[in-house]
T-cell receptor, first 117, second 109 residues
């Protein structure tokens, strides 16, 4: 399977615990995005990487959230001291940003559903 | 910041044509994308417009007017499997993508 994969698919944790999610993008895709989605809403942008560089981070994100893409391939999203409001689907997407930058089809992974008790 | 508006729900019958509108406000506009999401599934890409005009991909077409900050997705020959949520998303030249809250399309027999 050459699509975007995410692990785990489901995570249940207690308030105050730390959680880490992994995303493996499509090989050689240079852009990787993290989104959060709650029921009835569209994906909410969290951050994105161009290769290993984190170029944009949502101002909505508190300092409890951090993301890395150390070698420009897979990425991790960590949430520290989880709160009940963090319960959501966390989606990862990747794209192959062409040189002219005009086309940005994002391929989404299946998501990690986080439940904070 | 960015904001997008699209209708929350649309209902149509099989075989019909439906248009889902999207208006946006943003700085650094780069392009407008459309995604489809079925219940329990991940968003999948449908169409992208960076320039004014119509882009056609099979039964789906998308239109953009940059001067009006407006676009729409046109779905023709509706099928039951088209029942899903449809999101417009604005790309900025900073690389950020902002999605609307989605339009739930219900196709009835």
């Amino acid at each position: 399977d050459t699509g975007v994969s995410q692990d785990p698919r489901h995570k249940i944790t207690k308030r105050g615990q730390n959680v880490t999610f992994r995303c493996d993008p499509i090989s050689e895709h240079n852009r990787l995005y993290w989104y959060r989605q709650t029921l009835g809403q569209g994906p909410e942008f969290l951050t994105y990487f161009q290769n290993e560089a984190q170029l944009e981070k949502s101002r909505l994100l508190s300092d409890r959230f951090s993301a890395e893409r150390p070698k420009g391939s897979f990425s991790t999203l960590e949430i520290q001291r989880t709160e009940q409001g963090d319960s959501a689907m966390y989606l990862c997407a990747s794209s192959d940003q062409a040189g002219d930058g005009r086309y940005n089809e994002q391929f989404f992974g299946p998501g990690t559903r986080l439940t904070v008790l | 910041g960015q904001s997008l508006e699209q209708p929350s729900e649309v209902t149509a019958v099989e075989g019909a044509i439906v248009q889902i509108n999207c208006t946006y406000q943003t700085s650094g506009f780069y392009g407008l994308s459309w995604y489809q999401q079925h219940d329990g599934g991940a968003p999948t890409f449908l169409s992208y417009n960076a320039l004014d005009g119509l882009e056609e991909t099979g039964r789906f077409s998308s239109f953009l007017s940059r001067s009006d900050s407006y676009g729409y997705l046109l779905l023709q020959e509706l099928q039951m499997k088209d029942s899903a949520s449809y999101f417009c998303a604005v790309d900025t030249n900073a690389g950020k993508s902002t999605f609307g809250d989605g339009t739930t399309l219900t196709v009835k027999p």
